[in-house]
């Protein structure tokens, strides 16, 4: 192992090259856009370009890309060599301030929503100076936001980095209430991520690994995670040998690898970093997704990132933990010491607590994906159900400051916020409830939602949106307020009464907690289509927080509909070319081999009584496998026919998704019927346990 000291951030063009690099002046201006937003200062592009190229060039860069995040989630690039000709037919390497700032890539085959007709191919690309550029692969990768001609985002960086924007504003009216002199608050994430590694051999032997990520067919392997000895177990050489590679290159790349651990599930595991600001932690965590990929590559292994891989055991989520900090370091949802600082902190978990009660559809929104409805609602990751854990300490001073009287002298005990001390909170709230959704633990929000393979900007953006929108409501109120402190304890009683319904301490995967939150009028949207059919509902936010149009926010909503649909119709399309391709020709062979040995059996005068009867259940499952193939591309088939993007979501969550079940549980009963030399593809036992014997 090297020495992580040296090698950490080798890649990176951080802060310390900067400093080293640029011009005194430069570097100033520089900074001030980095860590207080300020507008980048045109002026010094061109030498923080030059200085960038000849760091990179030095690292062995010859060309360089604009990094950017289009709505498709994964991160795309083009890469430009440096090489510019001179006289006598020679070339420099050279890189413009121009190149550095704005980039033009062909946007024309990237998902818009409508925003941008194929005709105006046009978008380009801008330098985002707050997150790091980095060498990777002989190329200079500079993040970047990605814009049509017109300055509609077509991307998922931007609005996060307008959400970002907009919530330090607002949090910093709140913070000026309390007489702090704040310029910039930033959102900070530590992004928990989930994966599982299969044999690069197995994998590529199963058709729908490769087209879809996730196993569309398999029965359950005798043993599964019901004995409860990987989640955090020894961890198997060759699975170390790769989170050492894995931790090594992060660390290269200046990303926080800090904790690794087996997971729930055989074969999956956990990476996560210490946190950062939010776009930083989205950048990386893109980053970090793509390295694990190429690392275990380099080990015979497939890194799936995708959320329910596996029927029967657990699938993998991104647990996302929030919070928000000040430009002098204070974290926002760290309870204070002294009865001012506690009124300042139940402000701020007030409004957190509300605004996930106000914008549940949209939280709900935030995680909607075709793979994550595998895992929200059942019995294994958070409900569909958005709700917020405080503990117990936390979650009786809400309730004390609800029931509190300021006119009784006896009675529930009462906190005059800014006035009266609270109780101590324990430091680290260890009673975790792992079913909740969106759980306090001591000084954060666990979001405990996303999918292992989605893009955090996304997530963050709507959250820091939703939270903007009501700190922005506290504050146009508290400072026309008379008396500060009375204004502020009313405020607070009020908006907790208000939103306590979205408190939930209790067992999230309990069924009684479905109708308990029907009761308290808690949306439950089950699947994307419910989902997404709700965005409407959330322009208004949107467009006054700055953070999207309406157009930007209705493209939006299209792309992901549509993407719902395309990924539903290539996993249905996948299991039919499976099922005709290999497992009902694969379980024809065993049924002629059994035949034979029937035949000869009899020939011989045995009983073939036991050869017959499998033949017989093998050849009735065969033709209910075929009858459901059928049924399946029928329902494939009449995609064609839905209208509207809406609907056609709809129809492949209400028509093909049922004919995929029904198709898969004939499939897996043929294969637990059938010898295993004779399927036609590695099961589950090889995938699961193949890396970890
Ligand atoms: P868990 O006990 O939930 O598994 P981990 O240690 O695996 O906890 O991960 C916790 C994550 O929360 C880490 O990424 C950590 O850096 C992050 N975190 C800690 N404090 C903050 C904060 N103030 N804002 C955002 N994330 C934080
Ligand atoms: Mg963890």
């Not at 299969?198 to 196993?215: H, N, P, Q, W």
């Not at 647990?319 to 009124?343: I, V, Y």
């Not at 909170?425 to 979001?447: H, I």
Request: proline share 4%; hydrophobic share 40%.
């Amino acid at each position: 192992m090297s020495n992580v000291p040296e090698i950490f951030g080798e890649n990176v063009f951080n802060e310390n090259v900067m400093r080293d690099k640029l011009p005194k002046e430069v570097f100033k201006k520089l900074m001030k856009t980095i860590e207080l937003g300020a507008p980048l200062d045109v002026s010094i592009a061109n030498v923080v370009a030059n200085a960038m190229k000849d760091w990179a060039v030095d690292k062995g860069a010859t060309h360089y890309t604009h990094w950017f995040q289009p709505m498709t989630g994964v991160t795309a690039e083009k890469h430009d060599s440096f090489i510019s000709p001179t006289a006598g037919g020679k070339v420099i390497m050279s890189f413009s301030g121009k190149e550095l700032i704005q980039g033009e890539p062909d946007a024309s085959s990237f998902p818009s929503g409508g925003l941008r007709a194929t005709f105006e191919a046009r978008g380009y690309t801008a330098w985002d100076p707050s997150s790091y550029a980095f060498v990777k692969d002989g190329t200079l990768y500079i993040p970047t936001a990605f814009c049509s001609y017109t300055g509609e985002v077509l991307d998922k960086k931007t609005p996060l980095l307008r959400s970002m924007d907009a919530i330090s504003k607002q949090a910093c009216r709140v913070l000026r209430l309390f007489g702090k002199d704040v310029k910039r608050v930033t959102t900070t994430v530590g992004p928990e991520q989930e994966y599982f590694l299969v044999d690069k051999k197995y994998y590529d032997a199963r058709k729908d690994l490769i087209f879809t990520g996730r196993t569309l067919f398999g029965a359950m392997s005798p043993k599964g995670q019901e004995m409860d000895d990987h989640y955090f177990g020894t961890i198997k050489p060759r699975v170390a040998s790769f989170m050492a590679d894995l931790d090594e290159e992060l660390w290269k790349y200046g990303l926080l690898a800090k904790t690794k651990h087996n997971e729930v599930a055989p074969a999956q595991h956990e990476v996560a970093p210490i946190f950062s600001t939010t776009n930083i932690a989205t950048d990386n965590n893109q980053l970090l997704m793509d390295i694990a990929k190429k690392v275990a590559l380099k080990h015979g292994m497939v890194c799936l990132f995708h959320e329910k891989p596996f029927d029967g055991v657990n699938g993998s989520g991104k647990h996302n933990n929030w919070s928000m900090s000040t430009d002098a370091g204070e974290n926002l949802l760290n309870p204070g010491s002294n009865p001012k600082d506690n009124a300042q902190f139940m402000l701020i978990l007030t409004a957190v607590i509300t605004a996930v009660d106000k914008y549940a559809k949209l939280m709900r929104i935030s995680v909607a994906s075709a793979g994550n409805d595998h895992r929200l609602g059942a019995n294994e990751a958070p409900p569909a159900i958005v709700s917020v854990f405080l503990g117990d300490e936390l979650e009786r001073i809400v309730r004390d400051i609800i029931a509190g009287d300021e006119t009784a002298d006896n009675g529930p005990a009462k906190i005059e916020l800014g006035v009266s001390s609270l109780p101590v909170l324990p430091k680290d709230n260890t009673d975790r409830n792992r079913t909740s959704p969106f759980a306090f633990t001591g000084n954060r929000f666990e979001f405990r939602m996303p999918g292992s393979s989605q893009n955090i900007g996304c997530i963050n953006m709507m959250l820091n949106t939703a939270v903007a929108d009501v700190f922005r409501g506290y504050a146009d109120e508290l400072e026309g307020a008379e008396d500060f402190h009375k204004a502020l304890n009313a405020l607070v009683k009020r908006e907790l009464t208000a939103h306590q319904r979205v408190i939930f301490n209790g067992n999230g995967y309990d069924d009684s907690w479905v109708a308990e939150a029907e009761k308290r009028g808690l949306p439950n949207l089950r699947s994307t289509p419910d989902a997404l059919a709700c965005y409407d509902e959330f322009v208004d936010v949107f467009e006054s927080t700055g953070v999207l149009s309406e157009t930007e926010l209705l493209s939006r909503k299209e792309i992901l509909l549509e993407e719902y649909a395309k990924l539903i119709s290539i996993e249905s399309r996948t299991m039919v070319d499976m099922a005709k391709k290999d497992i009902i020709p694969a379980v024809a062979t065993y049924v002629k081999e059994l035949s034979e040995v029937a035949c000869n059996k009899k020939t011989l005068g045995i009983d073939a009584a036991l050869e017959i009867k499998q033949i017989e259940k093998l050849s009735a499952l065969s033709a209910d496998a075929y009858e459901k193939t059928e049924e399946l591309s029928a329902a494939i088939a009449g995609a064609a026919g839905v209208e509207g993007i809406q609907e056609a979501a709809n129809y492949q969550r209400n028509t093909v998704i049922p004919a995929m079940q029904a198709l898969r549980e004939v499939a897996d009963e043929m294969e637990v019927n059938t010898a295993a030399k004779y399927w036609p593809f590695p099961a589950y036992d090889k995938l699961l346990f193949g890396v970890n014997s």
